[in-house]
Each structure stands twice: as structure tokens, then as C-alpha cells.
């Protein structure tokens, strides 16, 4: 396994993971749900509650969010579109939609804000599609230029809008490969795109770095595990949100000892599925954070300790499981500054 300096984590010297399926087109993410915020006060109330900047957010802007415990564990990530000055919609794995919406609506209060699942299947509902390559853009009118978080909104025949986010790009052994994240009213016609994999779909989010809590994962992990203030998921100038104070003391105070790699692994992986260093097989050094299946095997981003990238190896379910062979990220892993 290469190694990696736990202060500065350079990637250009590790494989960039390969990916077996097609990359260009268009997938329905039917595992992911929209919450719709609406009233005066949507955005002023999500602020509150999430890890990044609602309350100046535009409508070409997205913005990927975390919402926090108490205890600056993740609760769920999102992206956030604001469609309108008084609309926002959540788009998340949804699987935790109905706790996540609950969750909210417990701090809602005298806010001028109504929650709703504005999944497909509900009334004025949203299909999440994810979209990548050259006919995405063309699909969306996009032309490549356009900013890691930015929308991008589509006119459709009917007169209504898709609104599509850009995503960071996934860096794999072709090259970089752009994605959006496309909100699609449920009853508007299918896109006529090539079809992506889901596999090859979140395979493209290793590829990006990018993982999004699940089920599994629920309050396992302070955002910097995730690498989540890297890929653009909190302000640090924003005001209090549940959780704020041990997000920001883990990052100021130079307490971040657990990040997120990219693996590959000869076997079949499962998200929540824990990791073990050759040198200390009694107790975990990590924990699965995002699985997609590649022929016999998997593409992983795993959170695990920064000593643990020092020497030895990392192996999957035990100390003797399958090895895992460390992939380049498209990014970085710095010291806080």
C-alpha cells in the first residue's frame, strides 16, 4: 500500500481508480429523496441547522451541506438547491429522508418555514438523476466551464425547470469527468441519455472523493472525516448550527487524526463494513464509507486513521480479509488552516 504523510496527503503518485462501465449519460438516482423547504424564512432556518451558507446562497448556487448532532457527528449530507428566494430543496440519499425531515421539523418552531417530502411519488415531486460527461452538458446546456457547486437551470418543453448541480469532478484513469446532480420534476419526460450503471454512478463518486453518510454510517463521522470542508460542505464563518463548536475545534485546534481515502479492493464491500491494519489486527482502524461494485471487486472510500497510511496494510472485515490498494483523489489532504 503507498504511503501517505498524515499533514500534507499528495495523491498524484497512486493509480487513479479504473472504472469498468460507462461514464457518459444519465442514471435515476432512486435511492435518493428531496425535502422541500418552503416559506420567508426556508433558507434562514436551514442555515441554522447546516454546516454551510444558506442564507446568501443564489439560485446558481448549490451547496453541498452537512447536518450535525450535537456532537458534530453527521446526521446526513445534501445538496441544497435554491430555486427561489423562499424554496429550498434537499436532495439526499433517501434513506434517511423521513428521520432527516423529522429531525428539522423538530427545530422549525415559530419559523416561517413547512418541510415536505418532494420526492417522486409525492404531488409536484423530484427525481434526482445523476449525469456525467459530454451529452450531460449538452443535455443541460452546459459547456464545462462552470464552477464545482454552481446550478445550471434547463428549460423544459412543458415550461418548467430542471435545475442540475455541478459536482467536483472524478478523477479517473481516462482522465477527469465532469457530473451534475440533476433535480427533474417526476412526471417531466425521461432524458434521452446514454444510461449509466448505478454501480458505475457511485463509482464516479469514489472516483470524486465524495462520500454521503448512509444508514451504516449515521453519526459516525465529524465532517473533516469525510473530507466534507475539502469538497466545499461547511463555512466556517457562518454562525451556530448544532454541532458548530466541536466541527470548528476539530479543525482550528488541529485535532483531525481520521480522514477519507480512496481503495481498491478485490472483493465485495458493503458500506459501514469495517477496516483493519495488518499491524493491529484486535481493533478497527477504519470503517467503509462509500462502496461501488467493479466486476469481482470494489471501488471504497474508507475513513480511517492517518497513522494507519504509515506502514503495513489495510484489509477489509479483518486484519487477514482482502487487501486494500490505495487510489489517487482528486484532491488533497491538508493541514487545516
Given at each position: 500500500?503507498?504511503?501517505?504523510?498524515?499533514?500534507?496527503?499528495?495523491?498524484?503518485?497512486?493509480?487513479?481508480?479504473?472504472?469498468?462501465?460507462?461514464?457518459?449519460?444519465?442514471?435515476?438516482?432512486?435511492?435518493?429523496?428531496?425535502?422541500?423547504?418552503?416559506?420567508?424564512?426556508?433558507?434562514k432556518?436551514?442555515?441554522?441547522?447546516?454546516?454551510?451558507?444558506?442564507?446568501?446562497?443564489?439560485?446558481?448556487?448549490?451547496?453541498?451541506?452537512?447536518?450535525?448532532?450535537?456532537?458534530?457527528?453527521?446526521?446526513?449530507?445534501?445538496?441544497?438547491?435554491?430555486?427561489?428566494?423562499?424554496?429550498?430543496?434537499?436532495?439526499?440519499?433517501?434513506?434517511?429522508?423521513?428521520?432527516?425531515?423529522?429531525r428539522?421539523?423538530?427545530?422549525?418552531?415559530?419559523?416561517?418555514?413547512?418541510?415536505?417530502?418532494?420526492?417522486?411519488?409525492?404531488?409536484?415531486?423530484?427525481?434526482?438523476?445523476?449525469?456525467?460527461?459530454?451529452?450531460?452538458?449538452?443535455?443541460?446546456?452546459?459547456?464545462?466551464?462552470?464552477?464545482?457547486?454552481?446550478?445550471?437551470?434547463?428549460?423544459?418543453?412543458?415550461?418548467?425547470?430542471?435545475w442540475?448541480?455541478?459536482?467536483?469532478?472524478?478523477?479517473?484513469q481516462?482522465?477527469?469527468?465532469?457530473?451534475?446532480?440533476?433535480?427533474?420534476?417526476?412526471?417531466?419526460?425521461?432524458?434521452?441519455?446514454?444510461?449509466?450503471?448505478?454501480?458505475?454512478?457511485?463509482?464516479?463518486?469514489?472516483?470524486?472523493?465524495?462520500?454521503w453518510?448512509?444508514?451504516?454510517?449515521?453519526e459516525?463521522?465529524?465532517?473533516?472525516?469525510?473530507?466534507?470542508?475539502?469538497?466545499?460542505?461547511?463555512?466556517?464563518?457562518?454562525?451556530c448550527?448544532?454541532?458548530?463548536?466541536?466541527?470548528?475545534?476539530?479543525?482550528y485546534?488541529?485535532?483531525?487524526?481520521?480522514?477519507?481515502?480512496a481503495?481498491?479492493?478485490?472483493?465485495?464491500?458493503?458500506?459501514?463494513?469495517?477496516?483493519?491494519?495488518?499491524?493491529?489486527p484486535?481493533?478497527?482502524?477504519?470503517?467503509?464509507?462509500?462502496?461501488?461494485?467493479?466486476g469481482?471487486?470494489?471501488?471504497?472510500?474508507?475513513?480511517?486513521?492517518?497513522?494507519?497510511?504509515?506502514?503495513?496494510?489495510?484489509?477489509?472485515?479483518?486484519?487477514?480479509?482482502?487487501a486494500?490498494?490505495?487510489?489517487?483523489?482528486?484532491?488533497?489532504?491538508?493541514?487545516p488552516?
Amino acid at each position: 500500500m503507498s504511503q501517505a504523510s498524515p499533514s500534507t496527503t499528495a495523491t498524484t503518485a497512486l493509480p487513479r481508480p479504473s472504472l469498468t462501465g460507462p461514464i457518459d449519460g444519465a442514471v435515476p438516482l432512486d435511492d435518493w429523496g428531496v425535502i422541500a423547504a418552503q416559506g420567508e424564512e426556508a433558507a434562514k432556518f436551514l442555515h441554522s441547522q447546516l454546516t454551510q451558507d444558506l442564507a446568501l446562497q443564489k439560485p446558481e448556487q448549490a451547496r453541498l451541506a452537512g447536518y450535525c448532532s450535537a456532537k458534530g457527528r453527521l446526521l446526513a449530507t445534501m445538496v441544497a438547491f435554491k430555486p427561489a428566494t423562499d424554496a429550498v430543496l434537499l436532495a439526499l440519499p433517501a434513506e434517511l429522508l423521513p428521520q432527516t425531515q423529522k429531525r428539522l421539523a423538530m427545530f422549525v418552531m415559530r419559523a416561517k418555514c413547512k418541510l415536505s417530502d418532494a420526492s417522486a411519488g409525492q404531488p409536484g415531486g423530484w427525481v434526482v438523476w445523476g449525469m456525467a460527461g459530454r451529452t450531460a452538458q449538452q443535455w443541460l446546456g452546459a459547456d464545462g466551464s462552470e464552477a464545482t457547486w454552481s446550478t445550471l437551470g434547463k428549460a423544459l418543453p412543458d415550461g418548467r425547470q430542471a435545475w442540475g448541480a455541478r459536482l467536483p469532478d472524478a478523477g479517473t484513469q481516462g482522465g477527469a469527468v465532469a457530473r451534475y446532480l440533476v433535480l427533474l420534476p417526476a412526471d417531466a419526460a425521461r432524458p434521452e441519455l446514454p444510461a449509466i450503471g448505478s454501480s458505475d454512478w457511485a463509482a464516479l463518486d469514489i472516483a470524486s472523493g465524495l462520500a454521503w453518510v448512509r444508514s451504516p454510517t449515521v453519526e459516525q463521522f465529524v465532517p473533516q472525516m469525510l473530507n466534507l470542508e475539502l469538497l466545499g460542505g461547511v463555512n466556517f464563518q457562518k454562525g451556530c448550527y448544532p454541532g458548530q463548536e466541536v466541527v470548528a475545534r476539530s479543525q482550528y485546534r488541529g485535532t483531525i487524526k481520521r480522514r477519507t481515502f480512496a481503495f481498491a479492493c478485490p472483493a465485495p464491500a458493503q458500506v459501514g463494513q469495517e477496516v483493519f491494519h495488518s499491524e493491529d489486527p484486535e481493533q478497527p482502524a477504519g470503517l467503509v464509507a462509500g462502496v461501488a461494485v467493479q466486476g469481482a471487486g470494489s471501488l471504497l472510500l474508507v475513513e480511517t486513521k492517518l497513522a494507519a497510511l504509515q506502514s503495513g496494510s489495510l484489509h477489509l472485515g479483518s486484519a487477514l480479509g482482502p487487501a486494500l490498494t490505495q487510489q489517487a483523489l482528486p484532491y488533497e489532504i491538508t493541514e487545516p488552516q
